[in-house]
């Protein structure tokens, strides 16, 4: 039976589809594994968890794959020796601690420059600073380095013994040239960074090796990338919008288009030549598990949301900003921090959840904003991600968006993407654009209520103000 597999080395886990070429999933596996916060603000984890949980996945799978694609966690940097040996574990795509690397980099290369050069700003999560993080706090470790990988193209290597990266995953390196799609000669001399590190750079349906069992495996795409053909967002039209640990919004261009100001991002796609525009949040539904974790609560997240239906729509009075981990979209702002606003004796969990809810489709909202400049005003959006599961949480989202929402009849976004790429390296469909056309179906829709739009328009105003009040607030206060 012809088997298409993804596994998508996410930051929680490692997660496996297994499809028949109809798009039908056959099988899944999730294997999960620990994140590390040795200092604040800091995120790193153990490149062999990713491997040994994709073992156990395609163990649990079963059968055998006729072909392999691939989908992770963008921006993470993981350091190989000359005989592809992890230096340190790796730096993670939340991780806050190269702020300064950020400033040196936006100051070296001028910030106009790196708009023009990578269609982004220097960003924390950025694999690029990371880089030179290490160079400044750890160079006996720098000096080791041979080969630079991103997580997924790790799992790659132990795979199939190449060195290689999609187009789509190298956009958000901040060393690659994502308009001629090739890594940045310019970017490499300005950082004294040696090109000899880097993998070949491929097209995401492009064959980047085979197994020792001569299976094919694909280049693959970073998991927003993957994501967005996993819901059908292979060409302009309908945006993809991702409520994951992370929440993003999506857009798919034509041509190469970037942000002035570099509010938003502008990567390859993982469709030969396409580019995307994106909008990250980074804390959305996580935003929900360190509710539930910090108050101690043993419910499940449906009990939770259950609970929140029981308020009305701005919870009176109560706002969420969701920045616990810092912010990317709409602030681009390590130093951003999540607060409950307007507490009240009334406001119990569910009012608390809802808020949760709120503050992250409200901060959805101003990505997919943002991204109208570039990409035009969308008509409707297609969800992925744990968080769509919750039908609370998509009638919030889709009246703070004002957009009827499309779900797909596979709920595994960036897997589901990755094994579609894995078919098309694997000969079963000749592109992209025919294997989602193939397999991508949406089984239902989720239209906006109709009196929560208004309310939901003044809300968002509230929500706004907030940031720049605490943000005055914070350098105002004597240290």
């Known amino acids: 039976m012809t088997q298409l597999v993804g596994l998508d080395v996410g930051t929680t886990g490692v997660k496996a589809l297994a499809l028949s070429p109809d798009g039908d999933v056959l099988a899944r596996a999730e294997e999960a594994y620990e994140l590390s916060t040795p200092q604040p603000g800091w995120a790193e984890q153990d490149p062999e968890d990713w491997w040994q949980a994709a073992e156990r996945a395609l163990v649990r799978l079963g059968g055998k794959p006729t072909a392999i694609g691939l989908s992770g966690q963008m921006h993470g ?3 190989l020796d000359d005989r592809d040996r992890v230096l340190r574990p790796a730096i993670l795509w939340n991780d806050q601690r190269t ?3 950020c400033a040196e980099i936006e100051q070296l290369v001028g910030l106009p420059r790196l708009i023009q050069l990578t269609g982004n700003r220097a960003l924390t999560g950025f694999t690029a600073p990371k880089l030179l993080w290490l160079r400044r706090h750890e160079p006996d470790t720098y000096a080791r380095i041979a080969h630079v990988l991103l997580p997924k193209d790790y799992v790659r290597l132990r795979l199939t013994g190449e060195h290689a990266i999609d187009v789509a995953d190298a956009s958000g390196t901040l ?3 994502v308009a001629r799609r090739r890594w940045s000669e310019e970017m490499l001399e300005a950082l004294e960074l ?8 491929l097209e995401s349906p492009e064959l980047s090796g085979t197994t020792a069992a001569g299976i094919p495996v694909a280049a693959g795409a970073g998991d927003q990338a993957a994501a967005a053909l996993g819901v059908g967002v292979d060409r302009p039209g309908p945006v993809s919008v991702v409520l994951g640990t992370s929440g993003v919004v999506f857009a798919a261009l034509s041509d190469f288009a970037a942000d002035p100001r570099a509010r938003v991002h502008a990567f390859c796609h993982a469709v030969p030549g396409r580019w995307h525009a994106m909008g990250v949040m980074l804390s959305a539904g996580g935003s929900l598990r360190w509710l539930r974790d910090a108050l101690g609560s043993r419910r ?6 259950t609970a929140a239906e029981e308020w009305a729509p701005g919870t009176e009075g109560l706002t969420f900003l969701p920045y616990l981990t810092g912010e990317r979209t709409p602030h681009a702002d390590p130093h951003a921090r999540a607060a409950f606003a307007g507490l009240t004796l009334r406001h119990d969990l569910g009012a608390f959840v809802r808020a949760v809810l709120e503050g992250v489709a409200f901060s959805i909202r101003e990505s997919l904003h943002l991204l109208d400049g570039l990409a035009g005003t969308p008509t409707r959006a297609r969800v992925s991600g744990g968080g769509a599961r919750s039908e609370a949480w998509l009638e919030i989202l889709a009246a703070v968006l004002d957009l009827p929402l499309e779900i797909c009849h596979v709920q595994e976004g960036a897997a589901y993407g990755a094994a579609l790429l894995g078919g098309v390296a694997g000969g079963l469909w000749s592109d992209v654009h025919e294997a989602v056309a193939a397999c991508v179906r949406t089984h239902s829709e989720v239209q906006p209520v109709a009196e929560w739009i208004d309310p939901y328009r003044e809300l968002r105003e509230r929500y706004r103000a907030l ?6 607030n914070t350098e105002e206060t004597p240290r």
């Open 194 to 201: 040696d090109p000899a590190w880097l993998p070949r750079a």
């Open 77 to 79: 940097l993981v350091v």
């Open 99 to 101: 702020e300064a690397e």
């Open 467 to 472: 940031y720049p009040a605490l943000q005055a």
């Open 175 to 177: 060393l690659f040239d």
């Open 300 to 305: 499940g997240y449906e009990e939770l949301t």
